[in-house]
């Protein structure tokens, strides 16, 4: 800056000489001299202030403002200046990108500080390690889980805090490990970052055994109630019509009508011994589904195949395109043939319509079954085991299927119609 003060001021010396040489040479009285010098002397003075007021000044306050941002500091604002004025121009620029980089700094000030708070209650054990195995974050969940604080856990080798088996592992998975906080099965997952140019790894720890143990508790809890009902439906009676047999047979004499009360007895007991009998055998095929063994099948020749098995309403097929599956035929088929014995007892009571078809799309094909009965009055419990809607029913045959679309890497789903009264039921298969 001070250069280009000194240099404006030794742009104006020449023209101040010049001057000087001038009146000499032309022998003009000292008044002139005064006069002209005066003119001249402040003419120069007043080029000079001009050219710190616009030129000099601004750009001071441009490697300031530009310093402070450097710092990290966006409190420093320019007033003033002219937007027609390249210094004037500069300085709005430089306001503007000061807003921009403040407005910035806060958002990533906030996201960090959102970051952290995540990262410290979350409850994963979350570490990272150097190039060198050398510990150089851990969150809370990691202090607890080596019972150590973060000030002395840091620096620390992966091999002496026990992780170095975890960070040598696969990316995902599930391992039996004993810390100093607890002995549990975690699932482990590590990665790769990079910060200040170096390559770091990232550890996270994962307690699976707890929620694993709470599933467990209550697919128990589930199976004991449906076990439970069952069973009390089919013992009670039974008991009753014991005693109520060996109330007949104590009696003395006997009524006339014995022989018939004790055969409409034992009737009921073999009725409802099977009954029990049957939904074993039904608790059997849900616990006992076999894996698929999976061969090519076109999609075309399968439906119509099931359709052709079919014996209740008539059923529609819209065709689709020609297309292959790798899956297990029997138990596919077995599926449809479930999804349309539905679909043909919800129409059973009325005039309605039953169409089938199915669709290819990129990557996987949907073989779909639209009734338009009455259509679905409790979606929620539609696959929950044993549960049926029908007097008849053993409510099995939704959740055997989903078992199988499930085994095939597909899904199966049953809504109702948006368009028209009925249901919708969609087994996707992938390609």
């Known amino acids: 800056m001070y250069r280009v003060l000194c240099l404006a001021i030794l742009s104006g ?16 009285p000292l008044k002139v001299h005064l006069t002209m010098m005066t003119f001249v002397i402040g003419f120069w003075l007043i080029f000079v202030m001009m050219l710190q007021t616009r030129v000099i000044r ?33 300085m709005y620029e430089i306001n503007a990108l000061t807003d921009v980089l403040r407005s910035q700094r806060m958002g990533a000030i906030e996201a960090f500080t959102l970051l952290n708070k995540v990262v410290e209650e979350i409850d994963v054990a979350i570490f990272t390690f150097d190039e060198n195995d050398r510990l150089r974050m851990v969150n809370r969940a990691g202090e607890k889980l080596l019972v150590q604080p973060t000030a002395q856990l840091t620096g620390q080798n992966a091999a002496d805090l026990g992780l170095k088996n975890c960070l040598s592992r696969p990316t995902r998975e599930n391992q039996l490990i004993a810390f100093p906080g607890r002995s549990s099965r975690w699932y482990v997952k590590t990665g790769h970052f990079r910060e200040s140019g170096k390559p770091h790894q990232l550890l996270l720890l994962t307690d699976v055994s707890q929620p694993l143990r709470e599933e467990e508790r209550m697919a128990w809890r589930r199976l004991i109630r449906v076990l439970g009902h069952e069973l009390n439906n089919s013992l009670a009676p039974i008991k009753s019509l014991a005693g109520s047999m060996e109330k007949i047979l104590t009696r ?6 014995w022989k018939e009360d004790l055969n409409e007895g034992l009737e009921i007991i073999g009725s409802r011994a099977q009954g029990l009998s049957r939904f074993l055998e039904d608790f059997t095929r849900i616990a006992k589904l076999p894996p698929p063994k999976k061969e090519p099948v076109l999609v075309g020749q399968m439906v119509e195949h099931v359709i052709g098995l079919s014996t209740g309403a008539p059923v529609e097929i819209e065709k689709g395109p020609g297309c292959t599956v790798m899956v297990d035929r029997s138990q596919i088929e077995q599926l449809l043939i479930n999804l349309l014995k539905n679909a043909q ?23 779909w079954v639209e009734d338009e009965g009455p259509g679905i009055a409790n979606p929620s419990n539609l696959f929950v085991p044993f549960f049926s809607t029908k007097p008849e029913g053993s409510g099995v045959g939704l959740t055997l299927s989903r078992q199988i679309a499930e085994a095939h890497d597909g899904t199966l789903e049953v809504v109702n119609r948006t368009q028209s009264p009925g249901c919708r039921a969609t087994l996707t298969l992938p390609v």
């Open 58 to 90: 601004p750009l001071q306050a441009a490697s300031n403002m530009l310093s402070a941002l450097r710092e990290g500091d966006f409190s420093l604002q320019s007033h003033g200046g002219d937007n027609e004025d390249p210094m004037g121009q500069v």
């Open 13 to 28: 010396l020449p023209g101040v000489l010049g001057t000087m040489l001038l009146l000499q040479v032309g022998n003009y």
């Open 252 to 257: 003395r004499p006997l009524p006339e009508d």
């Open 345 to 367: 007892d919800a129409v059973e009571n009325k005039d309605g319509s039953i169409r089938t078809g199915w669709d290819e799309h990129e990557d996987r094909v949907d073989i």
